[in-house]
């Protein structure tokens, strides 16, 4: 996995004016392209080069919630990524809130 190109789309991300149509698609697409990479990584068994993202101050989030979706994880990876959710999640503002739902959301998965 590109780790590089991983933190970079993250930065993209970070940067979106939402009231601007063309910098929401350029973040979606961005999305689209970090979960394919989280997903790519784990089938190749490469999962660990996702959580080495997991102390990046951007790309953490994006890590975690994306490992936590797409990729098959030991229990110990589990932990590391519901750790860095857990302090999104005691964050302020619509990303505090919004990993608030999330983790209710994972803990209540079959």
């Given at each position: 996995?590109?780790?590089?190109?991983?933190?970079e789309l993250a930065e993209?991300?970070?940067?979106?004016?939402?009231?601007?149509?063309?910098?929401?698609?350029?973040?979606?697409?961005?999305?689209?392209?970090?979960?394919?990479?989280?997903?790519?990584?784990?089938?190749?068994?490469?999962?660990?080069?996702?959580?080495?993202?997991?102390?990046?101050?951007?790309?953490?989030?994006?890590?975690?919630?994306?490992?936590?979706?797409?990729a098959v994880l030991t229990?110990?990876?589990?932990?590391?990524?519901?750790?860095?959710?857990?302090?999104?999640?005691?964050?302020?503002?619509?990303?505090?809130?919004?990993?608030?739902?999330?983790?209710?959301?994972?803990?209540?998965r079959s």
């Amino acid at each position: 996995m590109d780790k590089s190109r991983f933190i970079e789309l993250a930065e993209l991300h970070a940067a979106t004016d939402y009231s601007s149509k063309k910098s929401v698609t350029r973040a979606n697409r961005a999305t689209d392209k970090m979960r394919a990479m989280v997903k790519a990584a784990s089938e190749s068994g490469k999962v660990e080069q996702v959580l080495d993202l997991l102390s990046h101050p951007i790309a953490s989030s994006w890590a975690a919630f994306s490992a936590l979706d797409l990729a098959v994880l030991t229990q110990f990876q589990e932990r590391r990524c519901l750790k860095v959710v857990e302090r999104v999640a005691r964050g302020a503002g619509v990303e505090g809130l919004g990993a608030q739902m999330w983790l209710k959301q994972y803990a209540n998965r079959s």
